[in-house]
């Protein structure tokens, strides 16, 4: 039986058809979890993908942690279960207190649109256990508000729980610390500003996205 | 229970960047407005809020401001209450 991945669709979300194909790409199956309702359906791990949830209004994600899937999520999460955000899910799950710090504006205060390259910090997150510690990936950034900020108490404990999950080489926005994504303190929750699923076959430019899939796929601990 | 005015200003941290403001900072010179510096954008939010008293009123809208009015992480706020006084003509309607 293939991993069962929910893929969350908020109003305004884009890229949930490039992540369920991505995931299929690769022997998952994927499926949307509408944004209101109130459960995850079963699945064994849950992406929340990029675009601009419920428009946006107020601050990025701000408003997308009240929809009844987010309580869904919190729980899965709570009980162990994978979730990744991925640029403007990142930013959802700051916003739900799933994951520490914020997303500002770029510093050089550019929309982004361009491949970067990521090096991981740690293979201890439900993104990366199939990676290799130091591996520097090709993947592309799309994004105003991706530059990621936090109070230094948070930064020591990121640093001191080996929480950094992946940094840019050549940062890109002023991210604090060069950090491109970072984990909850269960490592099974991550967010990060790059596009995985964008860098999911040579097509694109880079399959360097698929180690990240692939490690997520694992996550969910479902027998081939 | 009488009715307060909250005004929330929300504006960005120091050192958190403020593109719009740094655009509004770049475009004024072309005006001859040449000495400006500081210029920085943020978000007024206004809301009525039915309370006992003012103090309980600013207590229920900072509150709102933590949860979700602003982003304590990359945004400070400010709320200034006023009470709502009712319009001359409801009041005077009042008066036996």
């Known amino acids: 039986m293939s991993a069962r991945v929910g893929v969350v669709l908020f109003p305004g979300s884009n890229c949930e058809q490039d992540v369920i194909f991505a995931v299929e790409e690769l022997g998952g199956s994927g499926e949307i979890l509408w944004h209101g309702d109130d459960n995850t359906k079963g699945v064994d791990a849950v992406i929340v993908p990029g675009g601009f949830a419920h428009g946006d209004y107020l601050r990025t994600g701000a408003i997308a942690r009240f929809s009844p899937v987010m309580s869904a999520i919190s729980e899965f999460a709570a009980a162990g279960g994978p979730v990744v955000g991925i640029c403007n899910g990142f930013q959802v799950l700051t916003e739900a207190h799933l994951l520490p710090g914020a997303l500002q504006k770029n510093a050089g205060l550019k929309f982004l649109c361009e491949t970067v390259e990521l090096r991981v910090e740690t293979t201890s997150s439900v993104l990366t256990n199939a990676a290799r510690t130091g591996q520097v990936l090709r993947v592309p950034i799309n994004h105003f508000e991706g530059n990621y900020v936090c109070d230094r108490a948070t930064l020591d404990e990121l640093h001191a729980e080996d929480r950094i999950v992946v940094r840019y080489v050549d940062n890109p926005n002023g991210s604090l610390d060069d950090i491109a994504g970072v984990c909850n303190a269960g490592r099974n929750v991550v967010g990060l500003m790059p596009h995985p699923e964008r860098a999911s076959h040579q097509i694109l430019g880079s399959a360097d996205g698929v180690v990240m899939l692939r490690s997520l796929l694992a996550a969910c601990r479902v027998p081939a | ?96």
């Open chain 2, 1 to 96: 229970m009488p009715a307060f005015e909250a005004r929330v200003d929300v504006q960005h941290l120091p050192g958190i960047a403020d593109p719009a403001g740094a655009t509004v900072e770049r475009a004024l010179p072309a005006l001859g407005y040449t000495k400006v510096t500081h210029v920085r954008i943020g978000k007024t939010i206004r809301l009525v809020v039915d309370a006992p008293d003012a103090a309980q009123a600013r207590a229920q809208v900072e509150e709102m401001c933590e949860r979700l009015l602003a982003n304590p992480v990359i945004e400070a706020y400010e709320v200034t209450i006023s009470e709502l006084v009712p319009s001359a003509r409801v009041s005077s309607e009042r008066v036996p």
